[in-house]
């Protein structure tokens, strides 16, 4: 309703006069004024509440009861709400912001209409603690009950990552020590051992779980492994499954195989003097074959076995054990082919090339005690040593051929090993012997051998020269040059050492030709003379 004229109203706005209109102009959303007589009526719509706003001014109104409510701690200012909480701490909630203030240790929820919790969505410009927005990427930590939380740093890319069904270090450099700040250089993991905490314990659901395992990245087999009974495997990766394990197979009792109670090698190192075990680490005697060694991985064949009083040795590789040594009687130590059968010793000479001591003799009931050969792998040796008897020869592809034996009380006998006929020569006689002489025909220049008795000399071709061995190596040695033709030819015999009857020895004594004259000298040692 409007444009219609009123004379003499004064209007006021909530007691404050407005002056005299004289017009009233109704405005507002559904508002009507309609006229009858000299009666205005004008319709507001709706049904909202009446009555006087509560104190204090400025206070924000709420419903309390159905009359207007305000209070001194929820009020305007112009320009914000200002909230002051029961400490009598004053906030002021600038459009677009909102403030939590409590006292002392009270806490703030949010709850849903039938005062259970409820979520709490955020679409928020800046998050400040204590006043304070952090800096960017930090996160609140909280310091615990009855503490505010702080702002701290989110960790490097390096540290504990969350993956849901795991928790894991994130870089290669990461490391863990347990019981101190400062980790084992260059070990990803560390434990201190603090008071009674002592180092790491692992509980397994069965004996046959593995505590600790080992292996090469992208290997298809371990390397290493510890099982909950103790059980410790061994392989070569790659390949290859495990196959050395060492377990406690009874009480007091360590066992090696190959992880599946199958045999397994032991290849013990020597300590720094080159022994193996002590007065505390032995064999068990009552084993049938308690320590087996060989010369390569997988050979079929050890090359030494130690038993309860035996030891025995072999080749290794395709062949057998072959000979023993063991323990026969009281005092006695035997040597056999293994279980029956004769068997060679060939011992080693000391520094001086000596075998054996007055405290250390050959038994006389063994055909063949003692044997020595020329070279390594020869077929035949060069002398052996037998009851009552000495054969001798060159050794190698020939077998021994001469034989010295006692076949009587004060006789000795020199044959061909088979009482066949030998040559048998004395060098340097004392004593008055019997025996054959040993001659010798040259018909050029010749130097005589110690062996030689008679150089037969035949001069029909040419002169030459008969030089004898140094008088100072065959002393009391005699021998006798002898021409056996009449040749002009003249022979000269000179010496090798010492003189010929006072003539020097590159002079010599000259033989005639045209005559079968002769010569017959005797060493005394530094020279010779005519006999």
């Known amino acids: ?30 508002v009507t004024a309609s006229i009858s007589g000299d009666v205005i009526t004008v319709n507001i719509p709706g049904g ?23 209070s001194a701690n929820f009020t305007w200012n112009g320009t914000g709400l200002v909230v ?47 006043g304070s927005s952090g800096l960017a990427g930090q996160v609140l930590t909280s310091a615990g009950p009855g503490a505010s939380p702080t702002w701290a740093a989110v960790p490097a890319a390096s540290g504990w990552v969350d993956g849901g069904t795991t928790v894991y270090l994130s870089t290669s450099t990461d490391v863990v020590s347990i019981g101190s700040n400062t980790p084992v250089t260059n070990r990803k993991l560390s434990v201190y051992n603090t008071g009674t905490n002592l180092g790491v314990s692992v509980v397994t659901l069965a004996s046959t779980d593995n505590v600790l395992e080992t292996g090469v990245s992208g290997e298809a087999n371990l390397r290493y492994s510890v099982n909950g009974s103790g059980s410790t495997l061994w392989g070569a990766g790659g390949g290859s499954a495990l196959d050395t394990r060492i377990l406690r197979s009874g009480a007091s009792t360590l066992a090696l195989d190959n992880g599946a109670a199958g045999a397994a090698n032991f290849v013990p190192g020597a300590d720094n003097t080159g022994n193996l075990g002590t007065t505390t680490t032995r064999w068990n005697a009552a084993i049938s074959t308690n320590f087996y060694v060989y010369t390569t991985a997988g050979a079929a064949n050890p090359t030494t076995a130690l038993q309860g009083q035996a030891l025995r040795f072999g080749a290794g590789g395709a062949t057998a054990l072959d000979l023993r040594l063991f323990r026969s009687g009281v005092s ?27 405290n250390l003799r050959w038994s006389d009931n063994i055909a063949n005690t003692h044997r020595v050969f020329p070279s390594a792998g020869a077929v035949n040796a060069s002398s052996s040593l037998g009851s009552g008897f000495l054969r ?45 002489l040993q001659t010798t025909t040259q018909s050029g220049a010749y130097a005589v051998a110690v062996t030689d008795d008679v150089v037969f000399v035949n001069s029909s071709g040419g002169a030459f020269d008969v030089t004898l061995p140094n008088a100072n190596v065959i002393t009391g040695r005699r021998v006798q040059v002898k021409r056996i033709n009449t040749s002009a030819n003249i022979v000269t015999v000179k010496s090798a050492g010492g003189t010929i009857d006072n003539v020097a020895a590159a ?19 530094t020279n010779w003379w005519i006999v």
């Open 48 to 70: 909202g509440g009446g009555g006087t706003p509560a104190l204090p001014f400025n206070s924000v109104q709420f419903n309390n009861a159905g009359a207007f409510g305000g």
């Open 507 to 525: 002079t010599g004594i000259v033989l005639a030709g045209g005559t079968l004259n002769a010569i017959t000298v005797v060493s005394d040692g």
């Open 332 to 358: 006695t130590l035997s040597i056999d082919a293994n279980g029956g059968g004769g068997a060679t010793i060939v011992p080693a000479s000391d520094s001086a090339g000596v075998f054996g001591t007055n």
């Open 392 to 436: 001798l020869g060159v050794g190698g592809a020939t077998a021994l051929d001469t034989q010295i034996s006692r076949t009587a009380a004060k006789t000795l006998t020199v044959d061909d090993t088979a009482a066949g006929s030998i040559v048998f020569r004395i060098l340097g006689q004392t004593t008055t012997q019997t025996r054959a």
């Open 84 to 130: 002051t909480d029961g400490a009598g701490t004053t906030d002021t909630l600038s459009p677009g912001s909102l403030l939590f203030t409590t006292a002392g240790t009270g806490t703030i929820s949010v709850k849903d209409g039938g005062g259970g919790d409820a979520p709490l969505n955020l679409d928020i410009l800046d998050l400040q603690v204590n």
């Open 1 to 30: 309703m409007t444009g219609y004229t009123l004379v003499g109203v004064n209007g006021q706005d909530e007691g404050s006069n407005l002056g005299f209109g004289a017009y009233l102009n109704f405005t507002g959303a559904g």
